[in-house]
């Protein structure tokens, strides 16, 4: 199991510029693939991005294409999610997620397959 804080919500303007991190602890942090997710009051829970165990591929879902960069840096046991341009509609709680893999290259978009979560933080877009 591996343990997961969210921090770096909070309100920021439309356009701005925000970044989430996640810091991890427990098991080996390189051996997860990690994901950040988000849900919005009465909604599902969606994709955001993901990212590969070494942090070399990465895939965002269609609306943050272009700005918002998932990244992760094994050596701190952290994961960000550099949110650039947010828009109201990116309003809010954000997740990130983790799954142990054997497999390098894989990343994971399907937020069932993720085995470990942090509590949310909360990022709030005015316009």
């Known amino acids: 199991q591996v343990q997961l804080v969210e921090s770096g919500g909070g309100l920021v303007q439309a356009g701005g510029s925000l970044r989430l991190s996640c810091a991890a602890s427990?098991?080996?942090?390189?051996?997860?693939?990690m994901g950040w997710f988000r849900q919005a009051p009465g909604k599902e829970r969606e994709f955001v991005a993901a990212?590969?165990?070494?942090?070399?591929?990465?895939d965002y879902e269609d609306a943050v294409k272009g700005r918002f960069i998932i990244s992760r840096d094994n050596t701190k046991n952290t994961v960000y999610l550099q949110m650039n341009s947010p828009k109201p509609e990116d309003t809010a709680a954000y997740y990130c997620?983790?799954?142990?893999?054997?497999?390098?290259?894989?990343?994971?978009?399907?937020?069932?397959?993720?085995?470990?979560w942090g509590q949310g933080t909360q990022v709030t877009v005015s316009s």
């Open positions: 997620a983790a799954k142990f893999t054997a497999r390098l290259v894989r990343l994971y978009a399907n937020r069932y397959e993720y085995d470990n």
């Open positions: 427990g098991r080996t942090f390189s051996t997860y693939a």
């Open positions: 990212i590969n165990r070494p942090g070399i591929t990465t």
